[in-house]
């Protein structure tokens, strides 16, 4: 078993950044990818930014240049550093890898209003 939790969300003005992160722990001896992911009011959830083990990184066209996904394997938190946010941004993140099966966490609010 995994266990994912984020932090870090908010209201945040148009332009503006936040940070997310996602602490995983339990099984994370098999964790490699890990992945962010957000889920709009009415639509569906999409993928945002993939990190691998060896610190491989991609992107979404929609975030490329804006966001950036990191991780800290000592301490088992990946992190998505959010800059120029648009009130498109706004959504529910979330965390998600997978081990003998898919682990999502429980998902942290962006909110980008004026």
């Known amino acids: 078993q995994v266990q994912l939790v984020e932090s870090g969300g908010g209201l945040v003005q148009p332009g503006g950044s936040l940070r997310l992160s996602c602490a995983a722990s339990?099984?994370?001896?098999?964790?490699?990818?890990m992945e962010w992911y957000r889920q709009a009011p009415g639509k569906e959830r999409e993928w945002v930014a993939t990190?691998?083990?060896?610190?491989?990184?991609n992107y979404a066209d929609a975030v490329k240049g804006r966001f950036t996904i990191s991780r800290d394997n000592a301490k088992n938190t990946v992190s998505l550093q959010m800059n120029s946010l648009k009130p498109e941004d706004t959504a529910v993140y979330y965390c998600?890898?997978?081990?003998?099966?898919?682990?999502w966490g429980q998902g942290t609010q962006v909110t980008v209003s004026s």
């Open positions: 990190i691998t083990g060896a610190g491989g990184r």
């Open positions: 339990g099984s994370i001896s098999s964790i490699n990818l």
């Open positions: 998600y890898t997978l081990g003998s099966k898919d682990y």
